[in-house]
C-alpha cells in the first residue's frame, strides 16, 4: 500500500488527512526504521507493507468504532505503537495512554511522540497486571485497545480492569477468534465484561482475516482481578 492508496483509502472510510498528519506517518515510519536497526521494534520494514499493515490495520478499528466519542485510550502491549498511535495522529483529540513491559519501548515511543508533536500522550513502563491495580489507573478509560497480543481470556483479565464502566475493550485479532470469544466467556463475564460486536473484513491486497471485538464494560471488576503477573497467562479464566 503505496502513501496514495493508504489516503485513499481511509477517504473511502471517511477519515480525511491533512498534509500534517500524512507527514507524521511518513516521519513515523522513518523513526520505525531507523529505530529498528538499534532493537527489535518490528519484523516489517518495507514502507508499503508498514503503511498496510502497521498503520491501516491499526486504524481500521476506527472503521467500526466511534473514536471521536472517546477521550481517554489506553493501549496494553502496545510495542512500537500499534494501534494507539496511528489512532491518535488520525484523531489528535484523544488522550492516549501507552503501557508496555520493555523499557526500550517507552524509550523510543517517548522520542516518537516528540518528533510527532503529539500532545496528550503518556507512556509507562509496567506490566499489565500490576499497572490495572494501579488506583491511578484503573477502571479510569473510556476505551483498552490491544493488538494481536495474547488469546481473549488473557487480555480480558489485562485490559478490562482499566475500561471505564459505561466504555469498552477493543481488542484487534487475526483468525481463530471466534474459539478464542468461546473460551473467553467466562473471564468477560467475571471481569465485568459483556460482548457487544465482532466485526470481520479482510486486510486490502494480502486478503487476510481481521477481526474487531468490541466488549462492553457493564459492571466493576472485582478487586482481586488482575491477579500477580504472569498468573493470567498461566492460569487463564476459562
Known sequence: MNVNEFQSMLEDKGIS??????????????????????MNLTAITDKEDVYLKHFY?????????????VQSLCDVGAGAGFPSIPLKICFPHLHISIVDSLNKRIT???H?????????????HD??????????????????????????SVLSELCLPL???????????????NEELSNAKKAIGTLGGQTDKMYSFLLPEEESERNIVKINKVKETPNKYPRKPGTPNKLPLE
Open 112 to 124: 516518537l511522540s516528540d518528533e510527532l508533536g503529539l500532545a496528550n500522550t503518556h507512556f509507562y
Open 17 to 38: 488527512l491533512s498534509s500534517r498528519q500524512l507527514d507524521q506517518f511518513e516521519r513515523y515510519y522513518e523513526l520505525l526504521v531507523e529505530w529498528n536497526e538499534k
Open 57 to 69: 490495520d491499526s486504524i481500521s478499528a476506527a472503521f467500526y468504532v466511534d473514536f471521536t466519542e
Open 163 to 177: 475500561v471505564k464502566k459505561g466504555g469498552a475493550f477493543v481488542a484487534m485479532k487475526a483468525s481463530n477468534v
Open 127 to 152: 506490566r499489565a497486571e500490576t499497572f490495572g491495580k494501579n488506583k491511578a489507573h484503573r477502571e479510569k478509560y473510556d476505551m483498552v485497545t490491544a493488538r494481536a497480543v495474547a488469546r481473549m
Open 108 to 110: 523510543f515511543l517517548n
